[in-house]
């Protein structure tokens, strides 16, 4: 990973030389050091490079209570952003843990987009797959993504990846090749290997995403254009182990349902719908991933896909009138005529893990025909307060209800209350 | 939908059980060379002889008479009999379905015998025990084999829990008495124990008592009565000791339990060559009193001229009890006792024939076993040369404390 971000950062330096020399003469320009909503260095016309930082802490409690700590230091990162000509487009950014130290590297990329129909991207990003898997941590409409965007999608990978658009935005695709299954779906256990044998890792993956307004073309209420529909499909080669998805509680405190053993394929398959209509914003996704477990049976026989399977539906409104878009910025920020922002929303999702098979006995062993399954069910209320651009407020109230109780944050429980308060800076 | 799937295995289970006509006391009987079968991945078979040293459960099936059990849990077991080439078992019916049995077990032992190259000194104390009245484990032989390869000769063990419990101690109006506090002894490395108090922390005892039921229960309902327990042998002088400590340990029980250990020569037991080892401790259910089960007796039959008396000196509690002249008589009566029901028509020695020439074949073409087969000859010599001089020098040896004519053959 050192390497190739070393790599990436050679090959971002050499586009902002040679582009630099290319643009630089166009019109005259402020360059240098300027502040633009954020820190950024201006080499010329379309030639600049914006210091990121993202800071999200969170503050919570838990009824009953499950021995976790209140304060909790959720995430800090500093990228750099920035283009290179009207051509190129690069992004650097990596996580700090709480001891102030560099952790892993989220976003390394380099992007052509001369063409709107055709562009491509390399590097380390988002595999597409899940509209709110997609949308960055510090935009999403909760403090935390739905259970099966933060499990099922894959997140990020090493790839190549072709992108493009037609009318307008009104039909979207993207499709890529990755080195993994992105960082949900990498091998996160100790692989055992017998002696001789190396261990094997996930991937290599495809995956391929394709949006469309729908309801543009047609003779319907101007609200009802912005409807969007999208679809999905991911497909990785999976080595044999306990490789599973696995089911992560809200909050990641609790393991509702384990790995099981693994072999073969990887699918996902995957819808959604986004609609924005002024300030008022829906959304929702369905999605599906089914792993082989070829061999995999106490008697090395075949069993059936293990299957895991969420959903959501989430609504929003921007009580203050802004548009619900990508972002929401505040048309008067608090101290400059306003208060501000303020959004309220509520979200229901899902996420559930089972055995194709449903015949016979059900059991938790890993390697059972057919398995115990599990589900968490998400209630999630929230208020999000942004003051300004850069900084948001976000007051969550989450209900988990655990299918097996047994199986739960604290096993015997079934029903968990979660109050979170988020501090988050952007710039 | 869990109650749904939990019971239709439950039922395919007992229907499977009975419709054999088979029970536990068939599964452990001891006239029986028994044989299981495990099914299970091949991976899992080699990663759990691998990280035989680690506690992790791998699921199998488990064959027996035409019985199949389907996802069970199996894990390596063992203090020093942990092996990878012949790895000792715990097998659990209920640990990827709640409350799964197997022909009404629970879980039981697959014992490698790989500290005993006669192969059946725990399996024949054991029987010793149970005919002196003493709580004990059922035991047999059985030969075992994972996906149709013969692994080798194993005891299988009962387990000692509620089960185990209600077949000892019954019922009293119609209350099954196996809902009391069950603690297995850990033995703590490098930290031997003789029953000296630990102090008023629960640490000490927690470290040394596992519990294994009303596992929810807090520290001072299942400690703090161990804790009191051993305050009190340890600080109550020998007038009022029986009034004390008899209400929450059962005296005489104790006296027989460690005169069995006594005849049997058991060298590690609870007054063993490196401190207290290998034993259960139940305190009886809604009542005060606890008492001790038996348990690994592998290292019995240690030689034929054991001191009768070794070691409990040593032992605050052994020591403190025997101080007292009626528990002192009651200890060389029972040891006597013993000797007399092994030397009853014969016993012990037609036993340990019996499960010797039960095992031979078995023991012979198991080639994981870290002895050779002209050990096994060896120890099956002594073995069988065991009861006649071990009788006549424990009846010696008590009539020389006791004070009482010597039985002839003594020196």
């Not at chain 1, 399977?309 to 921007?318: A, E, Q, R």
């Not at chain 1, 101290?335 to 959004?343: N, P, S, T, V, Y």
């Given at each position: 990973m050192r390497r190739f971000g070393r790599i990436a950062l050679g090959a971002i330096g050499l586009v902002l030389v040679v582009g630099g020399t290319a643009h630089a003469q166009k019109k005259p320009v402020k360059r240098g050091l300027v502040w633009d909503d954020r820190p950024s260095i201006v080499f010329g016309r379309d030639i600049h490079l914006d210091i990121r930082m993202k800071l999200q802490t969170d503050w919570r409690t838990f009824d009953p209570d499950v021995d976790e700590k209140l304060y909790d230091f959720h995430s800090l990162r500093f990228g750099l952003k920035g283009e290179v000509t009207k051509h190129f487009a690069y992004e650097f950014e990596r996580e700090v843990n709480s001891d102030g130290e560099f952790g892993d590297w989220k976003d390394v990329y380099v992007d052509w987009h001369t063409f709107d129909p055709v562009s491509v991207q390399g590097g380390r990003f988002k595999v597409p797959f899940s509209a709110e898997q997609l949308t960055g941590p510090t935009d999403t409409d909760f403090a935390?993504?739905?259970?099966?965007?933060?499990?099922?999608?894959?997140?990020?990978?090493?790839?190549?990846?072709?992108?493009?658009?037609?009318?307008?935005?009104?039909?979207?695709?993207?499709?890529?090749?990755?080195?993994?299954?992105?960082?949900?779906?990498?091998?996160?256990?100790?692989?055992?290997?017998?002696?001789?044998?190396?261990?094997?890792?996930?991937?290599?993956?495809?995956?391929?995403?394709?949006?469309?307004?729908?309801?543009?073309?047609?003779?319907?209420?101007?609200?009802?254009?912005?409807?969007?529909?999208?679809?999905?499909?991911?497909?990785?080669?999976?080595?044999?182990?306990?490789?599973?998805?696995?089911?992560?509680?809200?909050?990641?405190?609790?393991?509702?349902?384990?790995?099981?053993?693994?072999?073969?394929?990887?699918?996902?398959?995957?819808?959604?719908?986004?609609?924005?209509?002024?300030?008022?914003?829906?959304?929702?996704?369905?999605?599906?991933?089914?792993?082989?477990?070829?061999?995999?049976?106490?008697?090395?026989?075949?069993?059936?896909?293990?299957?895991?399977?969420?959903?959501?539906?989430?609504?929003?409104?921007?009580?203050?009138?802004?548009?619900?878009?990508?972002?929401?910025?505040?048309?008067?920020?608090?101290?400059?005529?306003?208060?501000?922002?303020?959004?309220?929303?509520?979200?229901?999702?899902?996420?559930?893990?089972?055995?194709?098979?449903?015949?016979?006995?059900?059991?938790?062993?890993?390697?059972?025909?057919?398995?115990?399954?599990?589900?968490?069910?998400?209630?999630?209320?929230?208020?999000?307060?942004?003051?300004?651009?850069?900084?948001?407020?976000?007051?969550?109230?989450?209900?988990?209800?655990?299918?097996?109780?047994?199986?739960?944050?604290?096993?015997?429980?079934?029903?968990?209350?979660?109050?979170?308060?988020?501090?988050?800076?952007?710039? | 939908m869990l109650r749904q799937a939990f019971g239709a295995a439950m039922l395919l289970l007992l229907l499977a059980g009975s419709a054999a006509g088979q029970t536990a006391d068939d599964f452990f009987s001891s006239e029986v060379l028994q044989r299981v079968d495990l099914w299970m991945n091949a991976k899992d078979w080699d990663k759990l002889k691998a990280n035989f040293k680690e506690n992790d459960y791998y699921p199998a099936d488990l064959t027996w008479n035409g019985i199949t059990a389907y996802n069970i849990g199996i894990r390596s077991r063992g203090l020093g009999s942990r092996s990878s080439t012949k790895p000792g078992l715990r097998v659990d019916m209920d640990r990827y379905a709640t409350d799964q049995k197997f022909i009404g077990i629970k879980s039981f032992v697959l014992d490698n015998l790989v500290q005993d190259p006669s192969g059946i000194r725990e399996t024949t104390a054991m029987r010793l025990f149970a005919r002196l009245g003493i709580a004990a484990p059922r035991e047999t032989h059985t030969r075992l084999y994972v996906n149709g390869n013969y692994i080798g000769l194993y005891a299988l063990v009962e387990s000692v829990d509620k089960d185990m419990l209600a077949r000892v101690y019954g019922s009293i109006n119609d209350d099954v008495q196996n809902d009391g506090y069950l603690f297995e002894y850990n033995y703590v490395l490098d930290s031997p124990w003789k029953f000296e108090y630990l102090g008023s922390s629960y640490d000490g005892y927690k470290a040394r008592f596992s519990i294994k039921t009303n596992e929810s229960k807090s520290d001072s309902h299942i400690w703090g009565p161990i804790e009191e327990l051993v305050r009190l042998v340890n600080q109550t002088a020998s007038p009022g000791f029986e009034a004390s400590i008899n209400p929450k340990l059962d005296l005489a029980g104790f006296v027989k339990y460690l005169a069995a250990q006594s005849f049997v020569a058991e060298n590690d037991g609870f007054v063993g060559y490196a401190g207290m080892n290998n034993f259960y401790l139940y305190r009886l259910e809604n009542k005060d009193q606890h008492v001790f089960i038996a348990w690994d007796e592998d290292n019995s039959f240690f030689s034929t001229d054991f001191p009768i008396n070794a070691r409990l000196d040593e032992n605050v509690l052994a020591r403190t009890t025997l101080e007292l002249p009626a528990y002192r008589t009651q200890f060389y009566t029972s040891v006597n006792d013993a000797a007399s029901s092994a030397n009853d028509g014969d016993w012990l020695h037609a036993e340990i024939e019996r499960q010797l020439n039960m095992i031979a074949d078995a023991m012979n073409a198991d080639t994981a076993k870290p002895y050779s087969n002209a050990d096994h000859a060896a120890a099956r010599n002594t073995m069988l040369a065991f009861p006649a001089a071990r009788i006549t020098f424990v009846q010696c040896e008590v009539a020389k404390q006791l004070g009482t004519a010597k039985p002839a053959g003594c020196p």
């Open positions: 935390y993504r739905s259970l099966a965007a933060s499990i099922i999608a894959p997140g990020r990978d090493k790839g190549g990846m072709v992108y493009g658009r037609f009318f307008g935005r009104g039909l979207t695709y993207q499709a890529g090749f990755f080195n993994g299954d992105g960082d949900n779906g990498q091998i996160k256990e100790e692989q055992f290997v017998s002696p001789g044998e190396t261990p094997d890792a996930v991937g290599p993956s495809f995956a391929g995403r394709v949006t469309a307004t729908v309801l543009r073309p047609l003779p319907v209420p101007q609200r009802l254009k912005s409807l969007r529909l999208g679809a999905a499909y991911t497909n990785a080669e999976l080595p044999e182990g306990l490789n599973s998805l696995r089911g992560k509680s809200v909050m990641g405190t609790a393991t509702y349902f384990e790995r099981v053993y693994v072999k073969g394929r990887r699918q996902r398959i995957g819808t959604e719908l986004e609609w924005t209509p002024g300030s008022f914003g829906l959304k929702a996704e369905w999605m599906q991933a089914r792993e082989d477990r070829l061999g995999q049976s106490n008697r090395n026989a075949d069993l059936s896909d293990f299957v895991s399977t969420g959903w959501y539906v989430d609504s929003t409104w921007v009580v203050t009138g802004e548009s619900k878009g990508d972002s929401i910025a505040p048309k008067k920020p608090l101290f400059k005529g306003g208060i501000g922002a303020i959004e309220i929303g509520a979200r229901y999702d899902q996420l559930g893990f089972a055995s194709a098979s449903t015949e016979g006995p059900a059991f938790t062993n890993p390697r059972a025909e057919h398995l115990v399954p599990n589900t968490d069910e998400v209630w999630t209320i929230g208020v999000n307060y942004f003051p300004n651009r850069w900084v948001r407020l976000v007051g969550n109230a989450i209900h988990e209800n655990f299918e097996d109780p047994n199986r739960s944050i604290s096993p015997g429980t079934a029903g968990f209350w979660a109050l979170l308060f988020r501090f988050q800076l952007v710039f | -």
